[in-house]
Every structure is written in structure tokens, then in C-alpha cells.
């Protein structure tokens, strides 16, 4: 297999909103890079990135995947990105690796939640950005229309390249503006292309654009700027040099129209990919941090440069264990050495070096600056890790990704599964980083946390056909509390005889609530001895023991306090457990009189929709009691921000997605806790009781 040098690698990410046809158009440039020898579709499940049963079954991406081709001698490593919410941060992933982003929009649709979410992330990482107006072949296809909402998205600066030949079932080419020809090409889907003259009925529109497209590029820089004001325009190698520098700088981001499906338009495209979009050796050198002296420290993206390389996904393979997909950002990696993983500080025995086409891996030897690769088996190394020259160590910033918003309660389907949950989902924690595995202390559940519901049932696929691990799936239990609203004395009294020594214990005490938040307060204000010091702890332990099993409907009681203040002992029948069952009398006394309630966990809700639908969702949050705290523009978006209680909020993820077509996403984190409304707390209570047995549930 041949090894490419850092100037002939071009790294790129493809992202855009789901559903846009970024897996048709991977496989359509890497068929007409003869990476592959037929065109792979997504409906028939033949494409080389979506190959996951569960993608394959779904008919969607979820999960980042490697392939890569060759055009004019330069290897294209092309990052295929899922574009759905709940797999967004795939994206972020891919983009953290890459030197460019391919952004792709639908002919139809435009400019959608997910395409600018990731405009953000190119933009956080400061990568040049190439777009493409894909689906051209669609019925209400519009280049014009879908080149309007990108300028309203993302500037002026973005001008389009080449203008379609026809649109809908008429789509059959491009005119480019740069060479000023046309570009027909075949109907048999073979990619094979014929060059003529621009026709007539497109010349107007072609010199039109590529007048906008000169002023840009000449804006860029003030040399151009300078001849462009002498000359009234810029000649051919001036505009070539130009646009590569403006795009490279990202003061110009250009645009293509494409059919993957009918693979029309991917040659121009793969040779702006190769002409306009950076080289790792164009991108310079790379920064990280020397983890011994704590400084800021540079690599240069060249084969003789101490090595270093960036984990930037696991895939948990229950044949061949863990696969590592890495970049090379300097030096050269080898298979069959030793490396030295920094985070950690471990050496890494590496085997066999792999490319990856989808999940056909092809040894390679060795890895040089600035391509990508995977290795397998690696002990200690995961998603962030940098493994480095242990002699010139060095740490590159990890990908930050976000917090889940979703929890579900999982269980086995069998008592025996227990541990195989458990190291199964420690697998696909190191394969998906967002996930969340915790058990909640009061409820004893284990919750399986992940950006929306559909990420968590794809989890659970994947414990099923990969670990054969069957579970049930279940909205989580809601942690209610138990509070009190008034002030009251109670009085606790534990007396027993039963022949030999008795058990005696008496306590008073006073309970009042306390601000939110502050839990459980014990106050020892016995004076004279009448309750001897060290029975008091009993007292405390027998009320915190109370406390927890709550009064109303068995939640946790919090936010008061509890002041010791009487008593009475005898010296021979009191003990330490006479005084914790006289605690908890005494709680259970003065709780009655203290008018206890429930409280419930509200969350604070960012919600990012289109416009149209702010309305809709703002009515909605009214209806699941929720508290609006303002909405703000976002792009082309609106964000609302309220205060829910989470009990609406547990199917929200599916009913937001039918409400706005999948064109709206959310997140949310918890706030504060606040008292249930007195109408739903019979609910609760009778659910509470239903679930411990002590009352049969209403339908």
C-alpha cells in the first residue's frame, strides 16, 4: 500500500444536517476516485461508510467513519459524519481531525438546525469550509434558493464555483466559473464527463456569478484588491492563486452543486477538494502541551519530526477488540514498535497498522505525518489520548463533547446478565464517549444516559447484536423529595420490657424548614443531661434513617432541621437503639404536624428550533408546566430557555423531533427542586405506593 507524504493528504470532514445525502456523496467520490468498483447506495444498504447493521437497517449514519480514495496524486481521506442531533458529536470528532470541512446542504431543504451546528464546530476549529448543494436531482431543487439561505446563515463570503446545468430530473452538469466551461456528463450514473462550451441559455448567469465570485476573491487581499481596481477584473492566474489563498484564510467559502445519486458535478468537486482545501503541510505546524514541563509546545507536520498522534474514536469490535483510529500530526508511525501514550503515561506495544475503507481495514507498514490510520488491541489507550515519542512527549487538546440529555433506566431481561451489562457497556462507553452509565442511590436504578432516545435505543441494539446482551428500556424513576412547609414540636417515646433488661429511650424535639438546597440540619441543644452525649448520635442516626424512607409516598425527606432539645433516660433499659427507634418516633410525630409535601426536580431547558416553529414549541412548554425565561436569536434559529419540571420532560426528545421534522434539538440540566402542585401529588403518592406493593395502581 502506498505512503503518502503530508503535501499530498487532503483531510476531509463531511457534515451537514441528516438526511442531505453525505453518505451518497462519500460513495459517489469515492467511486469516482476508483476507490470502490460500484456505486453505493444508502436505500439498499450498499455504501462503504454506513455499515453498521443497525445504519444499514436505519438508513442513517451513526457513527464517524473512515474511507479514503486518490485524485491527482493526493490521497483524500474523506471523515463521513453522522448529521442527526443525537450523533452530532461524531461530527465535532471528525472535524477535530480534519483540515476541511465539506459542508452539504439539500437542494430543497437548505440551510437546516444541524448544518449551522456545524458550521460552529469548523469554525471553532478555525478549518476552511468547502459546501455543496447536493440532491440537485430532486423535484423543487433550487441552487438559487438554497445558495439564498446560506448567504443568510453564514455571510456574503459564500459565492458559488460552478452554477447547475438544469435542475430536478433535468440536472445533467455544471458550468464552471473559474474555467468559464461546461461539464455534461452521462446518464448511466458512470461519472463520465464531456467538456464544451458554456451554452447559451447559462452565459448570462455564469458571467454574473463569477463577477461576484472575482470581487470576493480580490476583497480577500490587497494586492488582488489593487489590480482588481486597475484592470476591472483578475486574470486566470491571479483568480486560481487567489481563491485557493481566500479559501485556505476562510474569507471565501465556496459552493457546488452535486447529485450523488446520479453522480453529477463529483469531479469538479474532487478537484476543489485537491486544489482549494489544505494539505496538513499547509495547515503548519500543530500545538500541544509538554506534560512534564507544563508549557505550550509545537510539532511540525513532517516524517522526520518526533512522532505524535491523536486517538480521535474507539470502536469496540467484541472480535478484534478495541480498534484505535488515530491522525499522525508529526513524524512517522510504525507498525510492530513501541509508543508512549501521554495522558497515561504508559508504552503502547502497537501491531499492524490499518487503513480503513468503512470496515475493510488494509495493513499498511507505516503512517507518515499527517494521514490517518487505526490500530487494534491497544491495552491502555483511549478517544483523546495522544501517543507521542517518549523522548519528546506532547498532549493535544481533546475534543470536548457534550453533556447527555436523556436518561432511561435499563435492566436486564435475565437475573444472570448483570456483569455482562456491565462490561458491555464499559465497551461502548470507551466507543462513545458521550454515554453515561450511573446507578441512582435512592431509587437503586441503573441509568443509561445519552443525547436523545433514539442514541440510547441504538445503544441497547448494540448490547443485543454485538455482546448478546438482551435488557428491558424504561423511563427512569423521577427522584422526588419530601419537604415540610411549617414549624412543629414532636415527641418520641420507646419503652419495652420483656423480663431482664428493657429498652428505654424518650426524646423531644423541634423540626422547621430550611431554604432549598440545604438538606438535613441536626442541632443538639440538650442541656442538664438529660439525654447522656452519647446517646445523642443514636437520635440523629434514627431520624436520618426516618428521613430517607420519607412520609408521604417513601421519598427522601430534606431541607429542615431538627433540634434535640428533651428528654428522658433510664440507667439501665436505655441504649443506643432505644434512642434511634425514639428518633424516629419523634420525627415521625413532628413531620405529621409539620404539613409535609413532595417536591419535584425542574430542569433548565434550551431549546433551539427555525423560527416558524418558536411559537409551537412555546405553547408546548406551557403545557408541561413549564416556566419560560426568555428566547434569543441564534443564527437563522430561535433558542427558548425555560424552566420544566423533568417528569414532562422524559419523552421529549421524540415528541420535539415530530413537532419540528426533526429540525429542532435540546438540552436541559437540572436546576432546582419545587414543590408539586397539590392537584398531581395523590398521583404520586398512589404510583409510590402501587410500585412498594402497599396499594394496587388505578389504570
Not at 46 to 60: A, H, L, S
Request: aromatic residues 6%.
Amino acid at each position: 500500500m502506498k505512503v503518502y507524504d503530508a503535501p499530498s493528504i487532503r483531510n476531509v470532514a463531511v457534515v451537514g444536517h441528516g438526511g442531505c445525502g453525505k453518505t451518497s456523496l462519500v460513495s459517489a467520490m469515492l467511486f469516482d476516485m476508483g476507490a470502490v468498483n460500484r456505486l453505493g447506495r444508502v436505500d439498499e444498504g450498499t455504501t462503504v461508510t454506513d455499515f453498521d447493521p443497525d445504519e444499514v437497517d436505519r438508513k442513517i449514519s451513526l457513527q464517524c467513519a473512515l474511507a479514503y480514495g486518490e485524485w491527482k496524486k493526493n490521497k483524500v481521506n474523506l471523515l463521513d459524519a453522522p448529521g442527526y442531533a443525537n450523533f452530532l458529536s461524531e461530527a465535532r470528532a471528525a472535524l477535530r481531525v480534519a483540515d476541511a470541512a465539506l459542508l452539504v446542504v439539500d437542494s430543497v431543504s437548505g440551510v437546516e438546525v444541524q448544518t449551522e451546528k456545524v458550521w460552529g464546530y469548523a469554525a471553532d476549529y478555525e478549518i476552511p469550509r468547502l459546501m455543496v448543494v447536493n440532491r440537485m436531482d430532486r423535484e423543487r431543487a433550487s441552487f438559487l434558493r438554497a445558495l439564498e439561505s446560506l448567504q443568510r446563515a453564514f455571510g456574503r463570503a459564500v459565492v458559488p464555483l460552478a452554477i447547475p446545468l438544469g435542475e430536478e430530473k433535468g440536472f445533467v452538469g455544471i458550468a464552471e466559473l473559474v474555467g468559464e466551461k461546461a461539464d455534461v456528463y452521462e446518464s448511466d450514473q458512470s461519472g463520465k464527463v464531456k467538456t464544451v462550451d458554456l451554452p447559451a441559455e447559462v452565459q448570462e448567469a455564469a458571467r454574473s456569478w463569477r463577477e461576484k465570485l472575482v470581487e470576493m476573491v480580490a476583497e480577500s487581499n490587497e494586492d488582488l484588491m489593487e489590480a482588481f481596481f486597475n484592470d476591472g477584473t483578475l486574470s486566470q492566474e491571479d483568480l486560481a492563486r487567489g481563491l485557493r489563498q481566500a479559501v485556505m484564510a476562510g474569507r471565501v467559502f465556496p459552493v457546488l452543486p452535486a447529485s450523488s445519486l446520479r453522480n453529477v458535478g463529483i469531479h469538479p468537486l474532487l478537484d476543489a477538494v485537491c486544489d482549494l482545501l489544505p494539505s496538513p503541510a499547509d495547515r503548519g505546524e500543530v500545538t500541544g502541551t509538554d506534560p512534564a514541563k507544563k508549557v505550550e509546545t509545537t510539532r511540525k507536520p513532517t516524517a522526520d519530526a518526533p512522532l505524535s498522534a491523536f486517538v480521535f474514536k474507539s470502536i469496540a469490535d467484541p472480535h478484534a477488540g478495541r480498534i484505535t483510529l488515530f491522525r499522525v500530526y508529526s513524524g512517522t508511525m510504525k507498525s510492530d514498535t513501541t509508543v508512549y501514550n501521554a495522558n497515561r503515561e504508559v508504552a503502547e506495544r502497537l501491531g499492524s497498522l490499518e487503513l480503513l475503507q468503512g470496515k475493510t481495514q488494509t495493513p499498511i507498514l507505516e503512517i507518515q505525518a499527517g494521514d490517518i490510520g487505526a490500530v487494534a488491541k491497544l491495552k491502555e489507550t483511549q478517544t483523546n489520548d495522544t501517543l507521542c515519542d517518549k523522548a519528546h512527549p506532547i498532549v493535544y487538546p481533546p475534543v470536548v463533547y457534550p453533556e447527555p440529555a436523556t436518561t432511561f433506566a435499563i435492566e436486564p431481561k435475565t437475573r444472570g446478565d448483570e456483569d455482562k451489562i456491565s462490561a458491555a457497556l464499559h465497551r461502548l462507553m470507551e466507543e462513545d464517549p458521550v454515554l453515561r452509565v450511573s446507578r441512582d442511590p435512592q431509587t437503586h436504578e441503573t441509568l443509561l444516559s445519552g443525547m436523545g432516545q433514539l442514541h440510547v435505543e441504538v445503544v441497547v441494539g448494540k448490547l443485543r447484536k454485538r455482546f448478546k446482551v438482551e435488557v428491558n428500556l424504561r423511563k427512569p424513576k423521577i427522584p422526588y423529595r419530601e419537604t415540610i412547609k411549617g414549624a412543629a414540636e414532636g415527641h418520641g417515646r420507646h419503652k419495652k420490657q420483656t423480663g431482664g433488661h428493657g429498652q428505654f429511650g424518650d426524646c423531644k424535639i423541634r423540626m422547621k424548614p430550611l431554604p432549598r438546597g440545604s438538606d438535613f440540619k441536626f442541632v443538639d441543644d440538650i442541656f442538664g443531661g438529660s439525654i447522656p452525649k452519647n446517646f445523642i448520635p443514636a437520635v440523629e442516626k434514627g431520624i436520618q434513617d426516618a428521613r430517607l424512607r420519607g412520609y408521604i409516598a417513601g421519598f427522601p425527606m430534606v431541607d429542615f432541621q431538627v433540634e434535640l432539645f428533651d428528654g428522658q433516660y433510664h440507667d439501665v433499659d436505655s441504649s443506643e437503639m432505644s434512642f434511634k427507634i425514639a428518633g424516629s418516633l419523634a420525627y415521625k410525630d413532628a413531620v405529621a404536624k409539620c404539613r409535609p409535601t413532595i417536591l419535584e426536580p425542574v430542569m433548565k431547558v434550551e431549546i433551539a428550533v427555525p423560527e416558524e416553529y418558536a411559537g409551537a414549541v412555546m405553547g408546548d412548554l406551557s403545557s408541561r408546566r413549564g416556566r419560560p425565561q426568555g428566547m434569543e436569536p441564534r443564527g437563522s434559529l430561535q433558542v427558548i430557555k425555560a424552566e420544566v419540571p423533568l417528569s414532562e420532560m422524559l419523552s421529549y426528545d421524540a415528541e420535539l423531533t415530530s413537532m419540528t421534522g426533526a429540525r429542532g434539538s435540546y438540552h436541559m440540566e437540572m436546576s432546582h427542586y419545587d414543590e408539586v402542585p397539590s392537584h398531581l401529588q395523590e398521583k404520586i403518592v398512589t404510583a409510590s405506593k402501587a410500585e412498594r406493593g402497599e396499594v394496587k395502581e388505578e389504570a
